[in-house]
Structures are given as structure tokens and as C-alpha cells.
């Protein structure tokens, strides 16, 4: 359905998008992932055809933005990060213009504004000011309008922000039905939970790059096994550290008393091996076990990795030296 | 009718704002009270010393359509200045560039909008206008040229606030630009043509710059119906130039060159409002 290849953007001598790639299927809702400033509305700005990318390419349903921007145009809905709402309309002339801005008039306009207010609960709000509604309901207008040439790709910055935690619930509701129903949904947001709760695929993006994109499935379990191990030991910590620094699998080490945290790379069977190891030689182990991870313990890991890195290893190199 | 959504919304929130009512009532006011007063003050003498002097009458139809044009240049920047400016603040104009709605339509239905309004005060001022006609003195054609420099200039004003507007985040920042641009295209060419005279004895070439100056086609127009025939002719030998055209084809040239540059600005707001390579 949407596949941005090797896009390039520079703000001056900011790389807002450094070689940025993404793969969306048909009927997926992809939730893009990443701190602010990770380069997630200039994407949606590049997909939406608002920014010229500086290099690479965007291919909408095999359409490329650049050749077939009308045709690409009628595929997309748009739902910016800001409400873009004209204070000075009613709920029914908004809808009204924006249906007229797609060519879409008369009785057929008509029925599908209608319908669409209907669909997002504002049916009873049509001579209302746009101005006088409440954030949810103006999200909720934002959203019947780029419904209103029934798009197959929807995109949406941030769709939450600023909603209250029922709104939220709401709207969440909202793009699962529209998913149900068929579309593909693009939404991005730095709450990661709501996205691990909705989305059929994720990608989380830092610094203009997208660091990691798949199946949500996949991800979860990839999220498993890069877990750290906690280990905590009666006794006998010179020789667990020991066992641990000889085993391939410990990457890094953190000691806290008798406890360890091993940055562990490894199968199952490898984990066993190692248990296995300690107690063999004796080592009383009280605990071993896979911390409980998250879709947001994950983000933290590989979007401020550099830094975690660097407090690892120098526990790693703080406890060898006790050792 | 236009079929043009932009344009059609404009005109709907604007006639229910207060600006546009407030706008013509303060202009035809303006003019009123001049037209009237004067009117009345002449017809009085007339009374008093049984006689009438009709160039009184083409007196103060000059002074009005003076005033007409001078309100035309001070509202057009005011009208257009915040149109695509105002998108970009409430965050719409991203919107509708996702629409089927291309640029160039967003910049004429602006555009379109805010000379619909002048057009709107220009016949309202027509009554006004005509007064003139009660005692005769000025044709029908006179007036028809007229009308067509204050058109004229209301194109050129409005296309440089929409151009302003375009490139411009800040309605207020936009305004400022636009009035600026009006004095300078007003005021600065005669200037430098008067700089240029004053400095080398002739004003040569920048002479031509006057043609872009609706102020220029204005009086052209305006001595042409008080019956100095040669007042272009008189100008440029005043100022030692080598342009030597008639009032009447200045007036034509004069507005073929402005609304080429409308045109040109246009192009330019066009350009400005498309997807962007800038954030």
C-alpha cells in the first residue's frame, strides 16, 4: 500500500529523515513510533505530498507521489497533528467545503457528510460553530473530514494528544473500526502503549531513521528474548561472575550485592545452559529469571541505547574489578 | 458563478462578518460627507449669486474618485493580506493542500474573494459617483475609465497582499509587507523618477517604471476627463523624458503593464503555496 524508499530530508543542517524507509500493507494499522524530533511529521508531510522529499522515493499503491500526485491525492486521508478547524463555520459547512474541495456535491455530498457525521457521533452538532465544540468532538470533526472521499490510506499525527483519557478510548475505538472496515490506517504518537494496544504493526523511528519495523507479534517477542536476566545468588559471587564473564551469551553485567542483571543473548536452551553452569558449580541461585519487558522498555533500549550502553559496561568493568 | 469552493466560503464568512459592512459603510461615508458637503456648498453660491459654476461639479467628482482611489489602496492590502497567511496560522492551508484543491485555486479563490469586495464598495459608491451627472460635465465613459483604473488598482494591491500572504507565516507580518510594497510601487517609482530628474537633468528610463504605478494610469485617466489632453505629453517634458505617450495610451499601457505584473505575482503566491521543499 505505501512504501517510502531511502528518503533523505535536511533542514539546513539538520537531517530531520537520513535514508528513512517504510513498508505498509494493504488493511494494516501501523503505528510509527519515536521520541519528538525523531523525524515522524516530516514523514507524514512527505507521504501526505506537503514537503518534496530531498531524495528516495514514495510509492503509493505502486503510484509514485511524484508523477501521480492527483491520483495519489484521492487514496489519502489526512489528519494533521494540529486540529486545522475554520472557527467561523458551522460542523455542517465545514464538512460541506471540504466535500465541495473533492468535487463532491450536490445530493451524493450531501448523503456522505451526513453519513460521516453520523458515523463519528456529530450528527446532532450540524449548525453548531466549529469553534464552540468541544477538542474530542473537533478531533472527531478532523476525522469525518478526511473520511470524506473515502480514502484507503488514512494518515494521522498524533491523533490524541491533547484528549481526555475517555476521548482517547474513543477515538481509539474509532480507527479500530475503521481498520475492521477495511482501510489502512497510518497513525503516529510517542504514547507507545496505545499503539501496542491497537496496531497490527509497529515501527519506531530516532533521528531520521527507522530503527525497527515489523509485525507487532514479532516485535513482542523480540522483546522477550532481549530481556535482561536477573540472577540473585545466595553466595559464591566471585564464581557466578566468573561462570557468567566465560559464557558467549552475557554481553554485559550489572551487580547490585549478590544480584546480577545480564544483558543475555541467547535461546531458551542457551539460558538453561547457564543455570545449569551455576549450579553445577554449586551456586546457591535463589532467582533466575526474564525481566518483564515492554513495548516501551524495548523503546527506551534501542532509542536511547548509546547511553545505556555506556552505564553497562562500566558496571560490567566496576564488578570485574571486585572480582 | 464560480465554482471555486475557496472562494466560495470566503464570500460566505465574509458577509457575515462586520468588516465588510463596517468597511463600506466608513468608506461611503467618507465619500458622502466630501460629496455632499461640497455639493451643497456650491449649490449655496449658486443661490446667493444666481449663477452656477458647473466646474465646481467635475471639481469634486475628481476629489471623490481621488478619494476613492486612495480608500482602494489603503483596504485592498487590509483584505487580502491575511488570506493565505491566516490558513497557514489556524493550521488549514496543509489540509486543503491534500485536497483536490490545487494551488492556483487556493490563490484565486483568494484573490477573487477580496476583489469581490471591492467590487461590492465600488458599486456601492457609484450613487456617489453619479452625483456629477445631476448637473453634467463628465461622460459616461469617463466614468467607465474610471472605474476600470480603480479596478486596475485594486488587482495590483489585492495580488501583492495575496503574494505577501503567500510567503509570509504571520498575518501581521503579511500586512505590514503588502503595505509597504504599495508605497513603494506608488510612491517610490515616482521618487526615484523625481530622484533620477533631479540628479541628472532627466528622469530617462525610470520614466517606464511609472507604468507599473496605478497612481500614474490614475491621473491619466483624471486629467483626460478635466480636458487637459496633453498632461502626459506635459509631464514628460517636464521631467525631460523620452516617453511621449497620450493620456489615453498611457492609461492603456499603464494597465496592460500592471496587470501583468498581478499576473506575475500570482504565479509567484502559486509557487509559494505548493508543497514545500522548506518545513
Not at chain 2, 62 to 68: H, K
Request: hydrophobic content about 45%; proline content about 3%.
Amino acid at each position: 500500500m505505501l512504501d517510502l524508499i531511502d528518503i533523505k530530508k535536511t533542514y539546513g543542517k539538520t537531517h530531520a529523515l537520513n535514508g528513512f524507509e517504510l513498508h505498509l500493507e494493504e488493511g494494516s494499522l501501523f503505528g510509527l513510533v519515536g521520541p519528538n524530533g525523531a523525524g515522524k511529521t516530516t514523514a507524514i508531510k512527505i507521504i501526505a505530498g506537503l514537503l518534496v522529499p530531498d531524495s528516495g522515493e514514495v510509492r503509493i499503491a505502486g503510484m509514485s507521489t511524484r508523477n501521480s500526485r492527483e491520483k495519489v491525492q484521492e487514496l489519502i486521508g489526512y489528519v494533521p497533528d494540529s486540529l486545522g478547524i475554520y472557527d467561523n463555520l458551522t460542523v455542517w459547512e465545514y464538512m460541506e467545503f471540504f466535500a465541495a474541495a473533492y468535487g463532491i456535491e450536490g445530493l451524493s455530498g450531501r448523503k456522505r457528510c451526513e453519513n460521516l457525521l453520523g458515523q463519528v457521533g456529530l450528527e446532532d452538532k450540524l449548525e453548531y460553530h466549529v469553534d464552540s465544540l468541544s477538542r474530542g468532538m473537533q478531533q472527531r470533526l478532523c476525522l469525518a473530514r478526511a473520511l470524506i472521499h473515502d480514502p484507503q490510506l488514512l494518515i494521522m499525527d498524533e491523533p490524541t494528544s491533547g484528549l481526555d483519557p475517555r476521548t482517547r478510548f474513543e477515538f481509539k475505538e474509532m480507527m479500530r473500526e475503521l481498520h475492521d472496515a477495511g482501510k489502512t490506517l497510518l497513525v503516529s504518537s510517542h504514547i507507545l502503549s496505545e499503539l501496542s494496544q491497537m496496531c497490527t504493526d509497529i515501527g519506531i523511528m530516532e533521528g531520521g531513521k527507522m530503527l525497527l519495523s515489523g509485525a507487532m507479534e514479532d516485535i513482542m517477542a523480540r522483546i522477550e528474548s532481549s530481556n535482561p536476566i536477573r540472577i540473585t545468588v545466595m553466595d559464591g559471587v566471585r564464581d557466578a561472575m566468573m561462570i557468567m564473564k566465560r559464557n558467549p551469551g552475557v554481553k554485559t553485567i550489572s551487580v547490585s550485592g549478590r544480584q546480577f542483571l545480564l544483558n543475555f543473548e541467547g535461546s531458551r536452551e542457551d539460558e538453561a545452559a547457564l543455570l545449569e553452569q551455576l549450579i553445577s558449580a554449586d551456586i546457591p541461585v535463589r532467582e533466575f529469571v526474564r525481566e518483564p519487558g515492554s513495548l516501551e522498555t524495548y523503546f527506551m533500549q534501542i532509542t536511547d541505547h548509546t547511553e545505556e550502553k555506556i552505564i553497562m559496561e562500566e558496571d560490567f568493568r566496576s564488578a570485574r574489578d571486585d572480582v | 458563478m464560480i465554482r471555486n469552493p475557496v472562494f466560495t466560503r470566503e464570500m460566505k464568512v465574509s458577509s457575515r462578518s462586520i468588516k465588510t459592512p463596517l468597511i463600506l459603510a466608513v468608506f461611503n461615508f467618507i465619500l458622502a460627507a466630501f460629496a455632499l458637503t461640497n455639493m451643497a456648498a456650491a449649490i449655496n453660491i449658486a443661490r446667493d449669486n444666481a449663477q452656477m459654476d458647473y466646474s465646481v461639479f467635475i471639481g469634486i467628482f475628481i476629489y471623490v474618485a481621488i478619494i476613492e482611489f486612495v480608500l482602494i489602496l489603503f483596504v485592498m492590502p487590509a483584505l487580502t493580506a491575511g488570506s493565505i497567511s491566516g490558513e497557514r496560522e489556524r493550521r488549514t492551508l496543509d489540509i486543503m493542500l491534500t485536497t483536490r484543491l490545487t494551488p492556483v485555486k487556493i490563490v484565486t479563490g483568494k484573490l477573487l474573494s477580496g476583489l469581490s469586495n471591492v467590487l461590492i464598495i465600488l458599486v456601492s459608491s457609484l450613487p456617489i459617483l453619479s452625483l456629477v451627472f445631476v448637473y453634467g460635465g463628465v461622460t459616461l465613459s469617463s466614468l467607465a475609465l474610471i472605474l476600470v483604473s480603480f479596478v486596475t488598482a485594486a488587482i495590483i494591491t489585492a495580488s501583492i497582499g495575496v503574494w505577501a500572504s503567500s510567503f509570509c507565516r504571520r498575518s501581521s507580518f503579511a500586512t505590514a509587507i503588502s503595505y509597504a510594497a504599495v508605497v513603494i510601487l506608488v510612491g517610490g517609482t515616482a521618487g526615484l523618477c523625481h530622484l533620477t530628474f533631479n540628479l541628472t537633468g532627466s528622469a530617462g528610463y525610470t520614466h517606464y517604471l511609472m507604468l507599473a504605478n496605478p497612481a500614474s494610469t490614475f491621473y491619466a485617466v483624471i486629467s483626460d476627463t478635466m480636458g487637459e489632453k496633453n498632461a502626459m505629453e506635459q509631464l514628460a517634458a517636464r521631467y525631460n523624458t523620452v516617453i511621449t505617450l497620450s493620456a489615453q495610451a498611457w492609461f492603456a499601457v499603464g494597465t496592460a503593464v500592471q496587470l501583468i505584473i498581478s499576473i506575475i505575482l500570482v504565479l509567484f503566491s502559486v509557487r509559494n503555496v505548493g508543497p514545500s521543499r522548506k518545513v
